[in-house]
């Protein structure tokens, strides 16, 4: 296997946790390259739901190491209460978690901004997670970042973060009125910092050992690559790379070392939070699909947009990143529709060239399967229509499938030759 990439292909929630906690059976490593507590990961053992948000999602799997690279956003507090949450169910961390040094950290400071950044741009407000994650990419590109390796000296990360919310205050860019509730979160802030910088490690290093020992290793995408701070749907994004390019920057190995990038791709489309989505559907086939689907975002429990599959942008997001084979989850969730279509082109415009609000889609229309293919787990064994939908988005996008999901536990999953 070596180092194996799993990425969302679409504007996240693809279903990358589940493919992750399914693959890692026999992996050594998963580790995670960027984003933060926005993500969202769901995983089903047994029936039993665990959503990890920062940790990657070989943790369920007692063997397996877990890396936060250089490229993620740290928030020790969230950290903290996702380790317990964990460890109740009996997976330990002690010696499995390695947090890079590098990597920068989100602070009660940069919560509030993204809070107030967000009400301050009213209707045209970006959706965000809330979890500060643009407030901290933003310190860390601007060279006012905190990294973890900081957090070895408490006293100074007091200091400073003391002036920077004092700064904030003479700004205008945080109301005097949260004060009181901020040097709570940051008291709070302090404690987990302590706790999380016992998992501080130099993962560059570690990462390489275990490439060249030739250990295997499953690489995490949080979001989608439609969310990508410079492909996604600007400014209607997040603030880090989530496509392949930047496997290496945000984990320290170098691009030759990887080799798989599998895209995650759900059978339909989705989107949570503001901003374009072509495809969407504000009908009946929207609700149809947001039930039988259960979608409901995994962070921020909004309602998740529904629409048909783009095959234009996901024809886009297989050029960017590359994909060596693409994964499509959540097959089942279109067993009872008698059509199901795709869109092939817009009629006015293209993207990136033009922006994607106002672009109309055109469609094909396949038959549906009306076959619960849930229990189903040969290639061979689905329906010819539900084999004929595979492959047509194969050809439209060009690049294999080479596994297919249906359903949301570890063992609903068709490999396909
Ligand atoms: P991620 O952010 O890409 O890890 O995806 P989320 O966990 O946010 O959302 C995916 C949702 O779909 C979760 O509730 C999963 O349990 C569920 N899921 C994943 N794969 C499948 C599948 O093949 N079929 C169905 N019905 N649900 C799935
Ligand atoms: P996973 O890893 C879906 C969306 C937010 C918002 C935009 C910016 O579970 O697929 P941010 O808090 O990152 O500044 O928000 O990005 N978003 C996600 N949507 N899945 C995610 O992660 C997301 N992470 C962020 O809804 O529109
Ligand atoms: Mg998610």
Redesign the pocket.
């Given at each position: 296997m070596s180092v194996v990439s799993i990425l969302?292909a679409q504007?996240?929630?693809?279903g990358?946790?589940k493919i992750v906690d399914m693959l890692s059976e026999n992996v050594h490593c998963v580790a995670r390259f960027q984003?933060?507590a926005?993500?969202?990961?769901t995983i089903l053992i047994k029936n039993e739901e665990t959503i990890l948000?920062q940790l990657p999602s070989g943790v369920m799997r007692p063997n397996v190491k877990c890396v936060l690279g250089n490229g993620m956003v740290i928030d020790p507090v969230l950290l903290v209460e996702e380790i317990e949450m964990v460890e109740a169910k009996g997976c330990f961390v002690k010696n499995r978690i390695y947090i890079s040094y590098l990597a920068n950290v989100v602070t009660p400071l940069h919560k509030e901004l993204?809070c107030s950044l967000e009400s301050s741009l009213g209707t045209r407000a970006?959706?965000?997670?809330?979890?500060?994650?643009?407030p901290c990419y933003a310190d860390k590109v601007s060279r006012n970042g905190l990294l973890v390796k900081d957090l070895k000296n408490l006293a100074a990360v007091k200091a400073n973060l003391e002036e920077k919310i004092n700064r904030a205050v003479n700004q205008n860019l945080i109301n005097s009125d949260v004060l009181p509730l901020l040097k709570e979160e940051c008291d709070k802030f302090y404690q987990a910092a302590a706790l999380i910088y016992q998992y501080a490690a130099d993962t560059i290093t570690l990462m390489n050992e275990m490439v060249a020992k030739g250990s295997n290793i499953l690489v995490e995408?949080?979001?989608?690559s439609l969310?990508d701070i410079d492909y996604g749907t600007y400014p209607?994004?997040?603030?880090?790379n989530t496509t392949s390019g930047n496997i290496s920057t945000g984990l320290g190995i170098g691009p030759t070392k990887i080799d798989e990038i599998i895209g995650v791709f759900k059978a339909y489309q989705?989107?949570?939070?503001?901003?374009p989505f072509p495809t969407e559907q504000l009908n009946e086939i929207g609700e149809k699909l947001q039930q039988i689907g259960g979608e409901i975002?995994?962070?921020?429990k909004?309602k998740?947009r529904c629409g048909w599959f783009d095959a234009v942008l996901a024809k886009y997001t297989n050029q960017i990143n590359g994909f060596t084979s693409i994964i499509l989850t959540k097959l089942d969730v279109l067993d009872d529709f008698d059509e199901i279509k795709i869109c092939t082109d817009y009629a006015n415009g293209n993207f990136p060239e033009d922006n994607l609000e106002g672009l109309k889609p055109e469609y094909i229309t396949l038959p549906g399967w009306k076959t619960d293919i849930s229990d189903i787990r040969k290639w061979e064994d689905l329906p010819a229509n539900t084999k004929n939908y595979v492959e047509t988005i194969e050809r439209l996008v060009g690049v294999k499938a080479s596994r297919v999901s249906v359903g949301k536990e570890r063992d609903q999953i068709i490999e396909k030759k």
């Open positions: 969302g504007w996240g929630d693809e990358k946790g984003g933060g926005n993500a969202g990961h948000h993204d970006i959706g965000t997670t809330k979890k500060g994650i643009g995408g949080a979001q989608g969310l209607f994004v997040t603030s880090s989705t989107r949570v939070g503001a901003g975002g995994a962070t921020t909004r998740r």
